[in-house]
């Protein structure tokens, strides 16, 4: 099969399309047929970074939608041929390959009516939006967020679920995301580039502040917006960990969250596995609704992911990227 191989950490013109042999699964394992692979900006990170259990060259790789191609022997639940996406093991990865293995726990279905790029699109930023807005945030009706990074895959899925449990949404980005950002049910857009940020937030909330932020960006913006953020609220670190985020003193006891969704394999038990493949489940079937939008901007073929995650990298575009190996 044809594979991207990262031959050594050093970044983006590491990869090289090469051939592997066809996976085959363990007994708790799928093989999957890749039909389309999402591009985050995880992967051209460890294209930089590589992981410490990897050894070189390695297929990279993270997010895939296609159909079961063979199963291992103790899965019951998943046979050859099933619609399936998933978020893979990043320790593993493996997803920039025509096939690819899988915790079948870890799997989630797909409608037959979603594509496999709009499902390609939706694990690492869709996982991630999920846990911000319902696992940490649990946001409803009459609250407030500001979110930062708006424009991209994570603020964009963050945007319309917060919309959809009922918050009112602040959403932060260029002007380029504007229209879409409104498409999907923002109360307002502000464009850090044109704006203050911070005063118009003050405006906006007529001084009141917001219960919650959810921080896409840096360290630097979400200590910025930590002073926008209302007594008991919360704060939401996508971009960042604990120790890099600066937060201005404050008195207001705001509770800080973070949310890494590669360490769910490393540090999580198969219950928290199984729990991002129920949300896997819960988006695709909302995009098979029209209640989601996947936000696919741009189409790849296989043999362009380095071109792809240059573009990625540079954040010049809207939305999400998608490799498609059809």
């Not at 019951?76 to 915790?103: I, N, Q, S, W």
Request: aromatic share 8%; hydrophobic share 45%; with cysteine.
């Amino acid at each position: 099969m044809k594979a991207w191989k990262l031959t050594q950490p050093e970044g983006i013109q590491c990869l090289k399309l090469s051939r592997a042999s066809r996976p085959t699964p363990a007994a708790d394992e799928v093989c999957i047929k890749v039909n389309a692979a999402g591009l985050n900006p995880i992967d051209y990170k460890l294209a930089h970074w590589g992981y410490a259990t990897w050894s070189y060259p390695h297929i990279i790789g993270l997010d895939v939608a296609g159909t079961v191609a063979s199963v291992g022997d103790s899965v019951r639940h998943f046979r050859p041929g099933d619609r399936v996406m998933c978020f893979l093991d990043p320790r593993v990865a493996g997803g920039f390959a025509e096939y690819t293995l899988a915790k079948a726990y870890a799997v989630s279905r797909l409608p037959e009516t979603v594509s496999f790029t709009d499902a390609a699109a939706l694990p690492c930023a869709g996982y991630t939006a999920w846990l911000a807005v319902h696992d940490k945030l649990r946001l409803q009706t009459g609250q407030s967020v500001v979110i930062s990074g708006a424009g991209g895959g994570v603020g964009g899925f963050a945007v319309q679920l917060a919309k959809q449990a009922g918050a009112t949404v602040y959403a932060i980005a260029e002007n380029q995301h504007h229209m879409r950002l409104y498409d999907y049910g923002a109360d307002h857009v502000i464009d850090p580039e044109t704006e203050n940020t911070a005063m118009r937030l003050i405006e906006l909330t007529e001084d009141k502040r917001v219960h919650a932020v959810i921080d896409c960006i840096s360290a630097k913006s979400g200590s910025m917006l930590s002073a926008l953020i209302r007594y008991n609220g919360h704060i939401v670190m996508i971009a960042d960990q604990f120790n890099q985020v600066p937060l201005m003193a404050t008195t207001k006891a705001i509770s800080l969250h973070e949310v890494a969704l590669h360490g769910t394999y490393a540090h999580g038990l198969i219950e928290h596995i199984q729990h991002l493949a129920d949300i896997g489940n819960q988006l695709a079937n909302w995009v098979a609704e029209g209640r989601l939008d996947a936000m696919v901007s741009q189409v790849f073929s296989f043999d362009a992911l380095p071109e792809a995650l240059e573009l990625l990298k540079r954040q010049q575009h809207s939305g999400k990227l998608v490799l498609s190996l059809e």
